[in-house]
């Protein structure tokens, strides 16, 4: 199947929504590869629907398509480290080593109780969503990806312009 085959989703065996009532328009999943392939590779990037870049991940059995370039300053993700932080898998931003929550996007940190006491004191927080995480569907030995259309700003969004893809292109045919 080429890149641009898309299927209708409701016949996916995981990660769907309920159906889509009459008056909304049928989500279109797009096909990413084969499931084997992914899982073997551990990731993979795709350009969806001719207007956005995905990372898929393949961690702990289960696949997770989220923008490619980090919602920090764009840096690719594709090389990321997968590690747990607060109980929750977060892919780790080869550039300034940003958390970011594979199941939401969610932009996590550390924050200090109170700077003045030592030893210092940290928790886990959550500066809410910051990465644009699309829906994953698993279809026989395929799988798909449906783009989060979400019309809320999610801060990942503005490094998916073509004049960003254009500059890293260039950036990295020219290291
Ligand atoms: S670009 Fe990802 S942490 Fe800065």
Known sequence: ???AEEVSPSASSHSLSPPSSPSTPPQVAHLIGKKEDIAKAGHVTKLVNGCRDVLVLFH???YHAMDMRCYHAGGSLLHGDIE?????QCIVCPWHKYKITLAEGEGLYQAVDNPTVK???THWRSKGVKQR?????ELNDNVY???NDSTEPIESD????EKYRTSVVHF???R
């Open 119 to 121: 030893p210092l004191r």
């Open 158 to 161: 503005v490094y998916q312009t």
């Open 133 to 137: 995480i699309h829906k994953v569907t």
């Open 1 to 3: 199947m080429s890149s």
């Open 60 to 62: 702990q059995g289960r």
């Open 145 to 147: 990806v449906t783009l």
């Open 84 to 88: 747990e932080f607060n109980g929750q």
């Open 172 to 174: 990295h045919n020219n």
